[in-house]
């Protein structure tokens, strides 16, 4: 078993050493905080919707609409059942509404799920089918987020929400779905075909930028979070996203994984999924919609550098429960 558990650890190393160069880059300088909103915006609307794309278009495994219903409603419901219970957790370590409860459970209730889980996913199951089946599913948690979520970080029904449900990535993924119902090259003049061929191998380029870009983001990302002014660390709030985020959470969703009928790829979503830290968005969101920036940095914080270790621990766990 603790040579299983070392395995799957080396499967993660890469992704933590990409964050850990992100790290210093920005320490050093390199990397500046004016270059972080161009290159998100290069990350957003470019590089991720080539990455979805390229996973998505000619994926047989697609082609059974029963794959484009589970994984989102998958997606949507695990992002509920994170954010009842953060919720619940947050309330049992002190926390209340109008200080950091809300904030609390958003944030602990939304896991990294795009660029951890996807090398993850890359890493430990090398086959385009399970990347596909989990970028299918992210698009129930973007609806999930941005719906429910912010309606629970705000406390109010904000009619514009619905509005970043579409954006670039399921713009690609919408694509990528209807190139592969219509098989693509089957309707296509043969001039045309070449064409899309050459365009389809300079997408596949950019899409491989995508995951160590956003890596390095997220180094730079917690190397800031780590320079906050003012920042009073809350032992409450430190220990509630551990248990929220990296223990109880994690448990219902390989339960979730064991237990439904879900084919082999989503389980092994779910698997994946399961292990993430807290997503580093929120902290964002917090602060455009009026929560406790404070409560979400503590949050993602710990869980990123703890889930060093547990990342593993769940991923061996919850491929045990589902066989492979």
């Not at 409603?73 to 994170?82: D, K, S």
């Amino acid at each position: 078993m603790l040579n299983v558990y070392f395995n799957i650890l080396l499967a993660v190393i890469p992704v933590y050493l990409f964050i850990v160069i992100g790290y210093v880059l920005r320490r050093i300088a390199w990397l500046t905080r004016e270059a972080d909103t161009s290159l998100l915006r290069l990350q957003v609307n470019l590089l991720y919707p080539a990455l979805i794309f390229t996973f998505i278009a000619g994926n047989p495994a697609l082609r059974n609409p029963s794959t484009l219903i589970w994984p989102p409603l998958v997606g949507f419901v695990g992002i509920i059942a994170g954010f009842a219970i953060s919720y619940l957790i947050g309330m049992a370590f002190r926390l209340r509404v109008g200080k950091g409860l809300r904030t609390f459970a958003f944030t602990c209730g939304i896991q990294n799920y795009g660029f951890m889980a996807i090398p993850l996913s890359l890493s430990l199951y090398r086959d385009d089918v399970t990347t596909g089946i989990l970028l299918v599913h992210n698009t129930g948690i973007e609806v999930a987020v941005w719906t429910i979520g912010i309606l629970l970080l705000s406390g109010t029904i904000n009619r514009d929400s619905w509005k970043r449900v579409f954006n670039a990535p399921l713009i690609a993924l919408l694509l990528g779905l209807a190139v592969n119902f219509t098989s693509g090259a089957d309707v296509l003049p043969t001039p045309l075909i070449s064409i899309a061929k050459a365009i389809g191998v300079g997408i596949d380029g950019l899409g491989d930028c995508a995951i160590p870009l956003a890596l390095l983001l997220i180094g730079a990302s917690v190397h800031d979070l780590f320079e906050e002014k003012e920042m009073r660390w809350q032992p409450n709030v430190l220990t509630g996203a551990c248990v929220a985020r990296l223990m109880i959470i994690p448990a219902v969703m390989l339960l979730a994984a064991w237990a439904l009928p879900m084919s082999i790829e989503l389980k092994r979503v779910v698997v994946v999924q399961s292990a993430m830290p807290a997503a580093m968005f929120p902290i964002v969101l917090a602060r455009h919609y009026s929560g406790e920036p404070r409560v979400a940095v503590q949050s993602v914080v710990i869980t990123t550098l703890l889930s060093f270790l547990t990342l593993p621990l769940w991923v061996m766990i919850g491929q045990s429960l589902i066989g492979g």
